[in-house]
């Protein structure tokens, strides 16, 4: 019982894959010899089935398959033991296979012993395992049988290589191959090995790869080294069979030595190998890498796996479109062709390959890291970075940094990355949420470039996945918006702009995710508000969109509820909100192509619409004057940017007109009367107007009701008859105007040039001697005036700044220079009116709140100024770059002439106060527009002045003054640096008011970058006009006065204005030509145009110059204005320019020397100083050029040595106030500067030199030897800085002494006289750390202990060297006392170290040496700050033992006491 029980299990567990062969039963082929009936028992006298029918298997025969009616393993024992008892054997075996060969002559019962045998029901078999092995496999497990029947197969194989398949679909050739495998025991390997590759050299070419594929299932491990061979051989003779053979050698355990030249075999053969090859050839390529040789086969792999293989072939791009026009969305895969499922299989491949080794993904991300040229960088590196980044997480953030070093490098650029998205979306749209976080990442960056290839992803990742993965990018922009970054806020709303107008309908689906940005508006700046609001505008209102009423319902509660707040914050978010939405519904869309006329045109219902909610905006912001003048420049910016239908622009026109008239023009005839303060006069007009029909701006009656009524004063505007407006929104309502009429009449102004040259009512502004008499609200009344007044014209300016007849550009640059003047007049009041708030002149701020803080900063600078001006005067104190630019050009002329001195002195103070509050006025001045800047092309203008009858009664000449350049080079400055300066140059610091640095260039940053600088481009020849003129202007006053451009005969006002535009125009040039933008191909055509307008001043050449020539002559006209800068900033910014020029060439080495020459003649120069006290130059500036000098120089230590050997000595050996001769901008004030400079370059130098090796030759050793020795005497002069003192020995730990090791036995002199040098300079850092202890000074002492530390590990150190060489008797410790900076002892050590002391200077004989090698410490000190610190003494193994000086003085002391 327990037997059956346990033949039943094993005949259980063999039927797994042939009991479907039960009704495959058909003939095999049409000469089939049909000889049994079908269904019956092989009935035959046979030895063969009698012996089969003994051990328990029943032939039979047609369709049926054999029956098996005992357990397998007990039929092969009862037919191993009957054919061994049997009286016949051996022989008896013959005549079983004979019979055996017999009976499968016949092709039925061939197929049946090669198919699975049945097995008999019973109740206990059941139980088992339904799978049953074939006769002829249950025979080849028989030892005695396997050779003869594997012979028999063999033999048998050949009569079906060109019958594969019967009419059952059953291949024979296949079946016979696979009985051979998963054999329990092979009996001779080597001949069925022999056997199976001779068959492989005769078979058909599909019976070859079933053959080939079959091997490592056939053999036993001992043949795999022989079939590996003769598969290689294979591969060279058929490459048709690579993908078995490579399959196959993956999977056998062979020589990784044989493994490798198969490799290289077909390494070189990659580049000819079909597409569908490809997965099976890299996967061997992959897993037979080994841990020494992975980068270099990766790095093969890159270059020869051919852009053919991983771009889609042109047949496949048909189905692609087809793809996609039928949307991603849907199940695409039954879809996809033969060649794209190759492409997903390769990746896969390689994924699996990185997924389980470290090794491969690493050194993919190298070889991808090494590649240096852009032109190698494929489409491939990029799907494998994202496919390593998404598959290994271990190396997340070595990809992160190699992806963002490859993008600031240029190396991958936008498009590689679209490129790459539309070859291989299928493959890239697994990694979704990979590729979305690496995105994220990017965008937390602060380079510019780095945040916009990680918008540029989200863009493409919308573009080309599905509708989840759309779905998941909208998400994650929508988070970034509500992060509260600003950078990251920008950025993802620009990205949904571009998604909108990239794919609406896409949009449309994820629009409630971008509605729900909603609830989050308070973190967001008015600018951001206004991209959100276009973005849901253009989804709520589009006419693709009916069915979006539910984002304009939600819209419009947004906007009623913000527009309803008393809070500024909220109203303003609801009227920008609320214009943006009202510009998209009033669209003009008669060019639309997609719409129809009447589509297209606004119909009256539409128009109604827009305009109730103009009115409801207008309603709620009436009762507050900033939230009006916000409406007014909100609508002003929509009508000057976008196209409203002509119906809307119509209404919007006449409304405004007609109300602008009533609120702010009166008869200039009619002198306003009433209660005023001052009394009032019509001003700055720019004709005499008959007294009929002149008209005036009403503006001091307007400001003295507003104020009167403010402080509860009697009049109202119900009792003074009509309604008065705020004379706050009278230059918004202006430009409101003036923009609806140029629109209206395609840019002309006829309509309201007559606001040009009317006067303003006012009173006189010029305070004279009444200033001091005034009251308090009197002042402030003046400077709000005047405020407004330069408002006013500010705008004026900004609306014809265009006109093209000199009468209006004369009138025009009238105006201008009223501003000027009235800026000085302002000054004037704000200096003794000192918590005066200005009226806000831009009013898209976030809050009213911060405006009075920094009025209030900038009134306590004024009043602080008188103060403490004589103080900064005798401390030298820095002035920033960042500060007013007064404060660095006021002391540029010669102080020796005392009147000049006093003139001087007063004109700086004014200077000082006017640049504060100009740097700080950008919320209280209206915005120039950059239209504005056109006003430079102008030289002189003729201005006619006609009488009544308009005949010419005279002529008067106008032109751009330096006053009016000067303020129109700082207001485009002041632009350029906003706009072209990369944010991380300009990041604000932490709790400041991050709105606060764009408050006043609203109307500017609704422009791009790449707008800015066209625009700027424009004006490049009328600035290089201006730059030689002031050249020119510095030139003649140098030769007037012989040299001498600061000589008695010198206007200082005009000096110093010419001097600031020199500076302006320099700073202009260099921001301009530093802007990261230039970067980008599609801009190279700019920098073209710009370095052809510099390269022309010179000679006119041909447009089709090379880049290396234009920027040759460009360094070379701007290097010629070196001769007449005027201050030291301009030589800096002139410096800084030629290098942002220069930076785009490749000529590196001639480029240093220029920039290196330059520099240095700029710090030899004698610079116009403005006070006996203090000199001109800032520190900052002074540090600025000279690491500028002493990086480009081409020797470093002998640039160092000569100022510090030269220059120095000149300088202490000078009288007080003098400087160095050969360095006259090193002086008492500026030294510090140079010692801190040189010091920290020198230690930068240093460690840049590579440590010796013993592989050197001797020549770089001696090389960097007389370096080393060049830097220790340069560090020996400059010691004194504990600091950077530590940092050289560490540098001369790490770098030096590996150098000494191999160096010590050839150079063995040398060697001893560097070290004695370094012994003395390490013995005054020991006597710094004295000194800092005896005056307690903190910012010295926290650098002693590393300091000690270092110098202690020098000690060691230089021990290991003589130790390393076979000279450690030539080493000797001692002890030394701390001193003072002179050399006196600090008694703080006991009497016990002082006899040791002694005792070293009295041992002279050849005895003491030879037993006192080491003096230990007696006695140890009392604090380890105190204590002793260990010193190097060497001498070489001479008789004479060596002396030594404790009181060494300092080589280079501090030359002025402290």
Known sequence: MVSKRRLSKSEDKESLTEDASKTRKQPLSKKTKKSHIANEVEENDSIFVKLLKISGIILKTGESQNQLAVDQIAFQKKLFQTLRRHPSYPKIIEEFVSGLESYIEDEDSFRNCLLSCERLQDEEASMGASYSKSLIKLLLGIDILQPAIIKTLFEKLPEYFFENKNSDEINIPRLIVSQLKWLDRVVDGKDLTTKIMQLISIAPENLQHDIITSLPEILGDSQHADVGKELSDLLIENTSLTVPILDVLSSLRLDPNFLLKVRQLVMDKLSSIRLEDLPVIIKFILHSVTAMDTLEVISELREKLDLQHCVLPSRLQASQVKLKSKGRASSSGNQESSGQSCIILLFDVIKSAIRYEKTISEAWIKAIENTASVSEHKVFDLVMLFIIYSTNTQTKKYIDRVLRNKIRSGCIQEQLLQSTFSVHYLVLKDMCSSILSLAQSLLHSLDQSIISFGSLLYKYAFKFFDTYCQQEVVGALVTHICSGNEAEVDTALDVLLELVVLNPSAMMMNAVFVKGILDYLDNISPQQIRKLFYVLSTLAFSKQNEASSHIQDDMHLVIRKQLSSTVFKYKLIGIIGAVTMAGIMAADRSESPSL???????????????????????????????????????????????????????????????????????????????????????????????????????????????????????????????????????????????????????????????????????????????????????????????????????????????????????????????????????????????????????????????????VTAISAKIRKKGKIERKQKTDGSKTSSSDTLSEEKNSECDPTPSHRGQLNKEFTGKEEKTSLLLHNSHAFFRELDIEVFSILHCGLVTKFILDTEMHTEATEVVQLGPPELLFLLEDLSQKLESMLTPPIARRVPFLKNKGSRNIGFSHLQQRSAQEIVHCVFQLLTPMCNHLENIHNYFQCLAAENHGVVDGPGVKVQEYHIMSSCYQRLLQIFHGL??????????NQNLLYSALHVLSSRLKQGEHSQPLEELLSQSVHYLQNFHQSIPSFQCALYLIRLLMVILEKSTASAQNKEKIASLARQFLCRVWPSGDKEKSNISNDQLHALLCIYLEHTESILKAIEEIAGVGVPELINSPKDASSSTFPTLTRHTFVVFFRVMMAELEKTVKKIEPGTAADSQQIHEEKLLYWNMAVRDFSILINLIKYGRLFVEAFLKQCMPLLDFSFRKHREDVLSLLETFQLDTRLLHHLCGHSKIHQDTRLTQHVPLLKKTLELLVCRVKAMLTLNNCREAFWLGNLKNRDLQGEEIKSQNSQESTADESEDDMSSQASKSKATEVSLQNPPESGTDGCILLIVLSWW?????????????????????
């Not at 019509?682 to 002149?694: C, I, M, N, S, V």
């Not at 030509?1073 to 230039?1078: E, P, Y």
């Not at 008789?1439 to 006491?1457: K, S």
């Open 596 to 854: 129809t006329q009447e589509r297209a045109n606004l119909s009256d219902e539409q128009c109604t619409q827009v305009t109730s909610l103009l009115q409801l905006v207008h309603s709620c912001s009436e009762q507050s004057p900033q939230a009006s003048a916000l409406y007014y420049d909100e609508f002003a910016n929509l009508i000057q940017h976008e196209k409203l239908d002509p119906k809307a622009l119509e209404w919007v026109g006449h409304t405004i007109c007609n109300d602008f008239q009533d609120a702010f023009v009166v008869d200039s005839c009619v002198v306003p009367e009433g209660d005023f303060p001052f009394p009032v006069k019509a001003l700055y007009g720019l004709e005499e107007y008959d007294t009929q029909d002149g008209i005036a701006i009403n503006l001091l009656p307007l400001l003295f009701s507003q104020d009167f009524a403010k402080d509860g004063g009697p009049v109202t505007s119900q009792e003074s008859g009509q309604k008065l407006v705020s004379p706050l929104c009278l230059a918004p309502y202006f430009r409101l105007l003036r923009l609806c009429v140029e629109r209206q009449h395609n840019g002309n102004l006829e309509e309201i040039d007559g606001l040009l040259d009317c006067p303003i009512f006012l009173t006189d502004l010029e305070p004279g001697e009444k200033l001091e008499s005034m009251s308090a609200k009197e002042r402030s009344f003046m400077c709000s005036l005047i405020f407004l007044t330069l408002n006013w014209f500010r705008e004026i300016v900004n609306a014809f700044c265009q006109e093209t007849s000199p009468e209006m550009k004369g009138k025009v640059l009238t105006r201008l220079k009223h501003i000027v003047e009235l800026q000085i007049i302002l000054e004037k009041y704000l200096a003794v009116t000192p918590d005066y708030v200005p009226p806000l002149g831009n009013f898209d701020v976030e809050t009213l709140d911060i405006t009075p803080h920094t």
């Open 1438 to 1458: 001479s008789r004479t033992l060596p002396t030594y000086v404790y009181c060494q003085m300092l080589l280079c002391p501090f030359p002025f006491p402290p």
């Open 1073 to 1082: 030509f530093a802007w990261s933008g230039f970067s980008q191909p599609e």
